[in-house]
């Protein structure tokens, strides 16, 4: 009877700790296809190892100083490009931001004209139509 | 407890599916939520099987012999320090451990997982799920720990007499998880491809973890190898019996990806190489895993034998189709167009030692396979010994030696063939000079002293390295000690890398001393008699007899001389097991740098004599030595990188600068 109990009380407890995450309020997540920030970050990080690893190799004496900086130079260019990516990237991310951000607030303007007064998804405060720049604790953009 | 064991058992292997089932589905459909929930199912499935060891453990504990395994390996005479070493002595209890091992190492994996893994997870711990399944579903329906007899024995049939040592608490548990955690690193590369991430996401963490399991299963099979010397009474530690080879094959496969991973990451080539490896490491492994229950070929290690054998076959088969078959429809993704700049280079060397380690795996392979193939085919029961190894090894391991001192000293990229001359000029001298001085002290074998002399090419290779960067280092106001450790920190795979080659050079000194220059001799004496061995006289000084439940034990009392200069005393015995039939011996060992003096005794004689049989065994102690040493490299290149880069690769937040604005100063 006791391991019964036993192994019941560890099944109810596996049920509750598999399912807590389902409970929870869905968050999306929007992949954009291609490249990503991290890649970038990958590569620069190994820009930079290589760099410390050729440094490495000419103070224990594996390659002569003309080929350390002809290798370094061709590192700094990679870098450099990687650099130029990496920025490319988060502007182009920082203006999507933007857009959505815009986007988002052209829809509550839109439905507060059609509804007057709406209710607040974070908070539940009610919203008069000229309550524009209404923030609450738990408001977070990035969920919108 | 049976039935909480048989519970746990059953509410892990449906965390399994949930995992398998929730990992994927989430995965494909992007649902975060429902991967989040599969990912907690993995944490408790280490939970959960931790609950089914406690009940085994405490059935031993509490003599439980209702259930059929505690009847089996112990019984009322048994110390109850040896529990923990019966729990894994038997079939059904070894595979418990290994999900428990796979279990928690999982857990880690997929705790500590760094953020670009964050895409190929989801894939990876359903593999490691799938692997787990299989071992839990071989228990519930083939090999369970928790089966109870009908009738309760009044006493268990006790422990294998041969595990009743020091040894067993760490050998068989870390060769064990060694071989399991070998999944991790597998996961981590097929859970990659399948998730479409052909390129390098997977380095880092992949490195990692098969450094993790290489460090592991190396130690596992040193400690075997102590186990050995010290209890089965043949004077050696390396038998090459197929359960050793079991654990050395996918410690070779593992060596040559932890080589070969590092030319990915510093490189981005031998993408395709590095997958092949893993998977081989993997499929390795789980051969090593069939061989230790399926019990195939006859040896020294029968007490994993069962007959669950044809299981393991059929899922080291499906294993090995699954992944051929992820490799092929990925192929034209990871094969690398970038050729090698230069055959005279760091990659190079990584590449030819890839195939030198390879070579050896296969020639091993094939000796563990011969037997079967020869009794399958034509109804004759061969023994491969050890001469077959020694002669085509042998030479393939002196290669591999040679270029653990020539590797490091080539550049990454290309070098010229004078730079290389230029340094290779003084550790080749001392090479060939210790060669020198060892032949005129009357060291003749050729291959003890190419065996020697690349030894002392390694060792000088890597001191000139440290040498030389630690003196650049001090030039920049650093005392001598600072910059040296400033050298280690400054690229640790790397030095962590040359410290695991110096435990190798450790490893081949003993083997050499050991394999060319043992001396051998079996005598009998009458007690107050002396023989002669080597520069060692030994006096059999007296023995008694105890007469213990389950066991009888006779030990001999030895002093051993030099002249007639006392060295100290030394013990040797012999324990003989009625239920088991057996007899088990602990050498006498007298252990100096130089060289081991080891006594087994044969036979007590009724007469008061005792047979005796003496080596001398040079240079043993140093592979022992070379399993601290090794840990301690391997812990060096394991461990976090400058900058906060912990152990899975993951940025602390506090220390999380921009990857640009961190690092352009050094470009």
Request: net charge positive.
């Given at each position: 009877?006791?391991?019964l ?5 560890l ?12 409970w929870?309020?869905q968050?999306?997540e ?20 290589e ?16 080929r350390y900086?002809e ?38 303007e839109r ?8 209710d ?17 604790v ?7 | ?33 429902l991967?989040d929930?599969?990912r ?32 089996e390996h112990s019984?009322?005479a ?5 529990v ?27 705790w ?8 190929l ?8 799920m ?10 519930l329906f ?17 422990i ?6 020091p ?7 870390s ?24 390129r ?30 010290t209890?089965?009474g ?6 090459w ?10 410690w070779l496969?593992?060596?040559a ?21 893993v ?16 019990g ?12 669950v ?5 059929a899922?080291?088969a499906v294993a ?12 034209n ?7 090698l ?16 380690l390879?070579?050896?795996a ?5 000796g ?9 085919a034509?109804?004759?029961t ?11 090894n ?7 030696i ?28 001392l090479a060939?000079?210790?060669v020198a ?26 001191v ?6 630690t003196?650049?280092?001090s ?71 105890e ?10 009392n ?5 002249g007639?200069r ?18 088990s ?12 003096l ?21 240079l ?14 391997a ?5 976090p990188d400058?900058g ?9 937040p ?9 690092y352009?100063?050094?470009?």
């Amino acid at each position: 009877m006791i391991p019964l109990l036993l192994a019941s009380v560890l099944a109810i407890i596996c049920l509750v700790v598999v399912a807590g995450p389902l409970w929870r309020r869905q968050r999306t997540e929007t992949r954009l296809p291609g490249e990503e920030p991290v890649d970038i970050e990958a590569a620069l990080k190994a820009a930079y190892q290589e760099a410390r690893t050729l440094k490495l190799e000419l103070e224990v004496g594996q390659i002569p100083k003309g080929r350390y900086e002809e290798q370094l130079g061709s590192i700094r260019l990679r870098a450099a490009a990687l650099l130029r990516r990496k920025e490319g990237l988060e502007e182009s991310m920082k203006q999507l931001g933007d857009i959505l951000e815009k986007e988002v607030r052209t829809f509550r303007e839109r439905r507060r004209a059609i509804k007057g007064s709406v209710d607040c998804p974070q908070c539940g405060t009610k919203l008069g139509p000229g309550s524009v720049e209404h923030s609450c604790v738990s408001d977070t953009s990035a969920e919108w | 407890m049976a039935d909480l064991g048989t519970m746990a058992l059953i509410i892990a292997a449906l965390l399994c599916c949930y995992a398998i089932a929730g990992s994927v589905l989430g995965a494909r459909a992007g649902l975060p939520r429902l991967i989040d929930s599969a990912r907690r199912a993995v944490y408790l499935n280490a939970l959960v099987l931790a609950v089914a060891t406690a009940s085994l453990v405490s059935a031993f504990l509490a003599k439980d012999f209702s259930i059929q395994y505690v009847a089996e390996h112990s019984n009322r005479a048994m110390e109850p320090v040896y529990v923990w070493v019966a729990f894994y002595a038997g079939n059904e209890g070894s595979i418990l451990f290994i999900a428990l091992a796979l279990s928690c190492l999982s857990a880690l994996a997929v705790w500590k997982a760094p953020k670009e893994a964050t895409i190929l997870m989801p894939y990876a711990s359903a593999i490691m799920m799938v692997v787990l399944f299989f071992f839990i579903t071989v228990m519930l329906f083939l090999a369970n720990p928790f089966a109870t007899l009908a009738q309760a024995p009044p006493d268990g049939r006790g422990i294998n007499p041969l595990l009743a040592h020091p040894g067993m608490f760490f050998h068989p548990p870390s060769l064990m998880t060694g071989l399991v955690a070998v999944t991790i690193p597998f996961a981590v590369v097929t859970g990659a491809l399948l998730a479409g991430q052909t390129r390098d996401q997977w380095v880092d963490m992949g490195r990692t973890w098969g450094l993790i399991a290489w460090a592991i299963l190396g130690v596992g099979n040193l400690l075997g190898s102590w186990w050995a010397y010290t209890i089965l009474g043949w004077g050696g530690y390396w038998g090459w019996d197929p359960v050793e080879n079991a654990g050395f094959m996918p410690w070779l496969a593992l060596t040559a990806f932890v080589h070969s991973v590092m030319v990915q990451k510093r490189r981005g080539i031998f993408r395709l190489w590095n997958v092949v490896l893993v998977s081989a490491a993997f499929f390795l492994a789980s051969f090593g895993m069939f061989i230790n229950r399926g019990g195939p070929v006859p040896s020294v290690h029968s007490f994993g034998a069962s007959t669950v054998g044809w299981v393991f076959l059929a899922f080291l088969a499906v294993a090995a189709f699954s992944s051929i078959a992820v490799i092929a429809w990925r192929y034209n993704k990871i094969s690398s167009a970038q050729p090698l700049d230069s055959p005279l280079s760091r990659e190079a060397a990584f590449l030819l030692n890839n195939l030198l380690l390879l070579a050896i795996a296969l020639v091993t392979m094939w000796g563990v396979v011969f037997p079967l193939i020869s009794e399958l085919a034509r109804g004759v029961t061969v023994t491969v010994a050890r001469p077959f190894y020694d002669q085509i090894n042998g030479p393939i391991f002196l290669a591999l030696i040679f270029l653990m001192g020539v590797g490091p000293l080539l550049p990454w990229r290309s070098a010229s063939p004078s730079d290389l001359r230029r340094s290779l000029l003084l550790p080749s001298l001392l090479a060939l000079g210790v060669v020198a001085l060892l032949a005129l002290m009357g060291v003749s074998n050729w291959y003890a002293l190419a065996s020697f002399g690349l030894c002392v090419l390694v060792v000088s290779c890597v001191v000139r390295e440290w040498v030389r960067g630690t003196l650049a280092r001090s030039k920049q106001g650093h005392n001598l000690v600072a910059s040296f450790v400033h050298l280690l920190g400054s690229n640790r795979p790397r030095y962590g890398g040359y410290i695991v080659h110096l435990a190798v050079v450790l490893l081949a000194l003993g083997v050499t001393g050991s394999s060319f220059y043992s001396v051998q001799k079996d005598v009998v004496l009458a007690q107050g008699q002396r023989e002669g061995v080597g520069k060692y006289e030994i006096e059999y000084v007296s023995s008694r007899v105890e007469h213990k439940p389950d066991r009888e034990e006779w030990t001999a009392n030895l002093m051993v001389y030099r002249g007639d200069r006392p060295l100290g005393a030394i013990q040797a015995g012999r324990t003989f097991y009625p239920e088991f039939r057996m007899s088990s011996t602990r050498a006498g060992i007298r252990s100096t740098p130089v060289e081991d003096l080891y006594v087994i005794p044969s036979e007590f004689l009724d007469d008061g004599r005792a047979s005796f049989r003496i080596l001398v065994n040079p240079l043993v102690m140093w592979i022992w030595v070379a399993g601290p040493v090794l840990i301690v490299g391997a812990l060096v290149a394991l461990w976090p990188d400058k900058g906060g880069v912990a152990l899975s690769g993951r940025r602390r937040p506090e220390a999380a600068p921009a990857v640009g604005s961190a690092y352009s100063h050094e470009l």
